[in-house]
Structure formats: C-alpha cells, structure tokens
C-alpha cells in the first residue's frame, strides 16, 4: 500500500467560519452553478493551466512560485507565464492494475507508451485536471527522462524523491528508529522513521544520480537525464520529499481526541543505542550507532537548537525526577570473545556467553576479521513474529544461514552456510547490561526504553494536551522539533542544490494534525504542505497558523455501491476519512462541495491558503477494491455514458478505431460532468 491510512473524520459545528460537508453541499452547488455559465467561456488559460486574466504581481519567471496576494486575500500558485494556477493534479498516472490496465492501454490508445499517455492526458485535460501528480509513470511526464523525449501532451507535474526508501542502500546504509524500539512499544511498526542524524542519511539524501541502483532518493534508476536540464524547465511544479507513511510519527492523520501518532521524541529517545543487523533491511551495519539516540542525549546538554542545557546529569534528574547514572550508558562492550575454531567440516557452532543479559542489537558475528551477520531480537517488526520474549533470531546473511540467541541467558547458536576453514576463530561481540533497561537493568540515559517510572509510558505523550505537562514531556517534544529540523532542513538543501529555481513540498501527505513543532519546522524551509483531506476545516486552519505556508490537499472520494466494486464495501476502517456516497452523482456532489469549501477557506490571517488538490487517484484498482478512480479498470470514464454494461461509444479523446467502451457488470452513473465543472471553479471571476 502506497501511504498508511490512519484517519478518523470528527464534525465541526456550522458557524460563519466553519462548515461540515453536509451543510455547505447546497450552498456550494448553487455558487457553482451561479458561476460557471459564466465563467467557463470567457476564462482562458495559458499553455501551462495558468488564468490569463489573473496574473500574479509577481509577473513571469518561468518557474513555478508560490505568491501570498492581497488582492484576492488568497495564496496562489503562479505559473512560469506568470498567472494565478490552482493546482488539480492526479496521483498514479500509471498502469492500474499492471497487465491487464497496460492491455486496455494499448487497444484504446495503442501502447502503454507515449501514446497511450497521451491519451489518459488528453482524458484527464477534458475534465479540467492540470497537473500529473506523485507516483507517475515517465511516459506520463513533459520533460526528457530515460523513457525518452518527454510526452507532447504537456502538463506541469510533481516528482517525489524518496529519502526514505534507501535504509538498506549500499553506500550509505542507514537505520529506523522504529523497529528498533524495546517490545514496551506497543503501536504500528510496518513503516519507519529514519535515523536522521546518521551521516549516511544526510549523504544518501544529498547523493545525485548516476545509474547506479540504490543509491539515490531520487529512484534507484534515476529518471532525468540531468539535474540541469531539469532545472531548466518551466513544466516542473515541485518537488515532494518522501512517501509520508515511510516517516512515521511526522504523519499525524488523527485528531488528539481519537489518538494522535505516536511521538517521534519519544521513539527516538526509546529506541535502541546501538544496532549490528537488521533483519528487515537484510544488512549489517559498518557503523552500529543509532546515531538520532546519540544525538538526543548530546542535545539535552547543550542550549542551541532548543536544547534545554542540563550541565549534567544531576540536573537532568532534578528536572525529570530520574535516577539515570550517566548520559551514555552503563552497557559493557565485549569483543572477540571466542565461540568456536572452524575445521572446514563444521557448519554449526553453540557457546554460552561469560556475560549477560545481553543488549539486543548489540550481537556481531565474525568469522575471522569479517563481521558476517548479527541479532535480530523478538520485538522487531520482521523477526517478532518467529520467536519468543527475550530470544532472538541471528540472521541469515553473509555467509550465515541461522542461529538462535537468548539475552537472558546467554546461549547463542550460529550455522554457516560453508564450514569455516581450519584454524579460523569465530568469535562474537556484544555488549551486556545496557538497554533496553526494562530487560538489563541499564542505568545510562541511552538506556532508556520506555519503561522508567519517570519516562512517560504512553508513547503518544498525551499529557501534551494539558496546559503544565511534565518536564520530560517537554523535552521529548522540543527534541521532536529538533528531529524535525534536521529532516527538512537537509532535504530542502539538498533539493535546492540540485533544482535551485523550482518549489520543495512536504512529504505526502503531512498531517494537519501533526505537532506543533514538526509544522514549524516544515513552514520554515518549506514553499508548501501536502495535507489529508480532513472534515474538520479548523484544524487546517490551525496548522496554516502554525506553518504560516500555503497547502494543497490529497482528496479521495468513492462510491463503491455505483462503481466496479459494488460487490465490496467500503473500507471504512482503512479510509474512515472519505466518506462513502451511494452514487456516482452523490460523489460528483461531493466533490463539488470540498472543492468550494476548500476554495472559501482561510486562515485566521484572513488569507485562503488552500492552493490546490492531488487526487487520489486516476484509476481504479482491482487490487484496493475501492471506488478511487476517476475511471474503472477498463478506463471507462465514470460519466454515465461510457461506464455502463454492453458496448458503448467511447468519448472523444484519443482512441483507436474500432475500440469500444462500456462492457462494466452493470450500468453506473455519472461523476465526472460535475468533477469538470466544479475544476473549473477556481478561475470564476
């Protein structure tokens, strides 16, 4: 699944201010309709989806930017023309469901190339969208990539770079603070939080292409054929910075009332100090600092950065009420210790360690000089659900088939894929009595897993919502901050260096209820936010307050009982946040209402800041079995006329004679007539 989706919808009362969807859907239709008979001929926009008769003060650049204008008391994009854009992009400009969309690709349009992009461009242009979002294929793309020359159907789009896919590329191999927390973490742990202060991020991060597979958040087979060109054209809307479920604790999609995220303060300051395999990731690490951990003690004794400045750690346990002994650890590091000696027939090697308990993570292997492979403890998201409490599983890598480790009492097994040659010493090192302390009884800061008395136990640190939270609260918050800075702020750089005339955008989606200090942050290096859709109006207006930087949204609507998918319901628990409509026609309703709502909307600066939309998604997909696309699996349109049972003709985009549309299970109705004109709202006088 492309982004975990953790929503939760709560109402808002209908005032001046704020409205829910039901009570605006009226208004919203009626505004529309006043609007568009109107505005619909007289508007012209540019080649870029640009309104020609409003341009921005700003004038032509012929690059994207971002403008805050006073006239119309509105953010806006403005394009290289320079003209006000509301951005209407389409996530997945893609095959849907692999071979058999890419089949109906190349009889409709006649390839799953250029021209069969063209005509799913052409198809999207006709109902008003303007933008290829995140997540598309090359073929669907202005520019020159490695799929060719560009496509001639031009749109601006968005590319996605993702930093946070690269934990086990081979130069700069990096690690996650989440699997790596104690088992007193007890919440999701599929998608990860990267160790940001780990040089290598930063260097992966900054690592341009070269053809050379994972090595580059940019794609592991870089796409442009150079930063360069790519900077120099104007189709480039911006750039995204990462998947934003793959930094998990940044996307906040709940409301504090149902259960925000888990904190990152706290995983980062839970999690393990010190880490030598990671079983999801199948690496062993040449540098096993976990080094966000090491940076969160460093902090706690300095003032810079928000640092609260203990000068030692007397005063860090004033503060807090802890009994920490160091802000290290009191773990003792042991190596070489000898657990066999290979005679080229002996695969399998058992030893009992002279010191225990020992430190999860801290296991390493050796054969000879060579560290082969390393622990992977009961509490990991890959190994946990192989073994039980308080053992471990050695992985299987470099030369190693298995084995087994108990951390309380000592006994390690490991097996070779090959007997170690004659005379070869296979040894092990690992540390003992450190973290996590709940298991070693650690007594170091670095220590700490989450379970002292005086470390908040609720990894969500709800005691944030009250008016005097505790000391430690605090600190785990600001540090969050800190977190958040290092995150943003290289990645901007790094994007920035690479493409210094276009916009950078948060992850996608960020949440609109993530904390304070990660919103402050992302306004700070950010030109935009990518939010959720959420019903409750306030809270993105509270965190357009706190950014003080215009969004756009990722929308979804479905209706699953007027769709391809009737026979399924819709996933209320995975998307509890887009509300299900009965028809095809409530859904265009629908949409017409939050594209109105969205437009209206503003800060309390007075200013909208709602500056576009990236729907998800072009298709659907038999494989999600709810109703997101704008057209079926069989790129029928849902507009009452191609989606329905039996041949139909097909609308007059690109299509290759003799093609015939239609041939669903049952008729369906029409979204898409109102979907184009409410897109065509934003440029009403």
């Known amino acids: 699944m492309k982004r975990s989706s953790s929503f939760q919808r709560t109402s808002v009362p209908s005032d001046k201010t704020h409205f829910t969807k039901p009570a605006i859907l009226s208004f919203s239709l009626l505004f529309l309709l006043t609007l568009l008979s109107a505005s619909r001929a007289s508007a012209q926009l540019d080649q870029y989806g640009g309104d020609t008769a409003d341009p921005c003060s700003g004038g032509a650049t012929g690059y ?30 893609d095959y849907a469901d692999a071979s058999g969309y890419a089949k109906v690709m190349t009889s409709k349009y006649g390839d799953t190339g250029y021209d069969g992009f063209s005509g799913l461009l052409n198809r999207l242009q006709t109902y008003g969208f303007n933008t290829v979002g995140d997540d598309s294929n090359w073929y669907a793309l202005p520019v020159k990539t490695n799929a060719g020359a560009g496509n001639s159907v031009k749109l601006p789009f968005i590319w996605q770079i993702h930093p946070s896919y690269g934990f086990s590329n081979s130069l700069y191999p990096f690690k996650d603070v989440i699997s790596t927390l104690s088992a007193a973490y007890t919440g999701y742990r599929a998608d990860p939080l990267g160790d940001f202060f780990d040089p290598n991020w930063t260097s992966y991060a900054n690592y341009g292409p070269t053809g050379t597979s994972g090595k580059s958040p940019w794609g592991a087979s870089p796409p442009f054929s150079s930063f360069s060109a790519l900077d120099a054209s104007p189709w480039l809307l911006g750039v995204s910075l990462d998947d934003g479920g793959s930094t998990w604790g940044f996307m906040n999609a709940t409301p504090p009332a149902s259960g925000v995220g888990p904190h990152p303060g706290w995983m980062v300051a839970a999690t393990t100090p010190n880490q030598v395999y990671a079983g999801r990731w199948k690496i062993v690490y040449p540098d096993t600092v976990m080094h966000s951990k090491q940076e969160w003690a460093n902090w706690l004794q300095q003032t ?15 503060a807090w009420g802890a009994n920490y002994s160091t802000f290290g650890s009191s773990g003792i590091s042991v190596t070489g210790e000898v657990i066999g000696t290979g005679n080229g027939k002996t695969k399998s090697f058992t030893h009992t360690l002279k010191h225990k308990v020992v430190d999860p993570w801290s296991v390493a292997v050796l054969e000879g000089a060579s560290t ?11 190994c946990g659900n192989k ?39 296979i040894t092990v090192n690992y540390i003992y009595g450190g973290w996590p302390h709940g298991m070693t009884g650690g007594t170091g800061l670095l220590d700490e897993d989450g379970t002292n008395p005086w470390f908040p136990s609720d990894f969500h640190l709800p005691d944030l919502l009250n008016s005097n939270p505790p000391r430690v609260d605090l600190d785990l918050d600001n540090f969050a901050g800190h977190l958040a800075h290092q995150y943003f702020s290289t990645l901007q750089a790094a994007v920035k260096a690479k493409l210094p005339h276009h916009l950078v955008f948060s992850q996608n989606f960020l949440g609109a209820y993530d904390r304070p200090v990660i919103l402050q942050q992302a306004g700070q290096y950010l030109d935009a936010l990518i939010f959720e859709d959420v019903d409750d109006s306030a809270q993105l207006v509270t965190a357009y307050g706190i950014a003080n930087k215009p969004a756009f949204l990722e929308e979804r609507f479905i209706a699953n009982p007027d769709s391809a998918f009737a026979a399924y319901a819709c ?6 946040a887009f509300a299900c409509q ?20 503003r800060g309390t600066d007075g200013f909208g800041f709602l500056i576009g ?73």
Not at 584 to 598: E, H, I, N
């Open 372 to 382: 082969h492979t390393g622990d992977c403890p009961w509490f990991d998201y890959d």
């Open 571 to 576: 996933d209320s628990t995975d998307n509890p």
């Open 387 to 425: 073994i039980t409490a308080n053992t471990g599983l050695i992985g299987a890598i470099g030369g190693v088939s298995g084995g087994t480790i108990d951390y309380r009492a000592g006994t390690l097994t490991v097996t070779f894929s090959t007997a170690p040659a004659s005379g070869t010493a």
């Open 582 to 601: 009965t028809t095809q026609q409530a859904r265009g309703q629908a949409y017409t209402a939050q594209l109105a709502l969205d437009l209206g909307l």
């Open 304 to 318: 810079a950065d928000s640092g609260p400045g203990y000068t030692s750690i007397t005063a860090l346990n004033d």
């Open 613 to 685: 939309w990236d729907y998800w998604e072009m298709t659907d997909k038999s494989s999600e079995r709810q109703n997101f696309g704008l057209w079926s699996a069989l790129d029928n349109a849902y507009n009452g006329a191609e989606d329905l049972s039996g041949s139909q003709p097909c609308a007059p985009e690109v299509t290759l004679p003799g093609y015939v549309c239609g041939l669903e299970l049952q008729n369906h109705g029409d979204y898409l007539s109102a979907v184009a004109a409410a897109n065509a709202s934003w440029y009403a006088p």
């Open 64 to 93: 994207f930017y971002t403008a805050k204008d006073a006239v119309s008391q509105h953010w806006w994009f403005c394009d290289p023309a320079g003209n006000r854009f509301f951005m209407l992009g389409v996530e997945v400009v």
